[in-house]
């Protein structure tokens, strides 16, 4: 059975931060890209970052640049995504995708709130 399971989310005051964490299990993990996504109340789902299985090509929205690092952990089939330097734009809820370019399979966590708020 695929699970992936984000962990890390809460209330932070702008400028703060956070990591967010997204254990998998039931895939071969270390052969999928691996992307973060958020949603805002009312918005459509958006890209945050994706980090590639091998060699660990990272991509990060404009909106996230300089403030945000993805990593991954291959032995422990895990993602992290480190925010920083958080602003209220930055309140979704944030989730982790698992994609196989191989197979085309995709497979989606079910969210973390971040709320970014004084």
């Known amino acids: 059975q695929v699970q992936l399971v984000e962990s890390g989310g809460g209330l932070v005051q702008p400028g703060g931060s956070l990591r967010l964490s997204c254990a998998t299990s039931g895939f071969s993990f270390g052969m999928y890209l691996m992307s973060w996504y958020r949603q805002g109340a009312g918005e459509e789902r958006e890209f945050v970052s994706s980090m590639a299985p091998i060699g660990g090509h990272t991509t990060y929205a404009d909106s996230v640049k300089g403030r945000f690092a993805m990593s991954r952990d291959n032995d422990k089939n895990t993602v992290f995504l480190q925010m920083d330097s958080l602003k209220s734009e930055d309140t979704a809820v944030y989730y982790c995708?698992?994609?196989?370019?191989?197979?085309?399979?995709?497979?989606w966590g079910q969210g973390t709130q971040v709320t970014v708020s004084s």
């Open positions: 995708k698992a994609y196989s370019t191989l197979i085309g399979l995709e497979y």
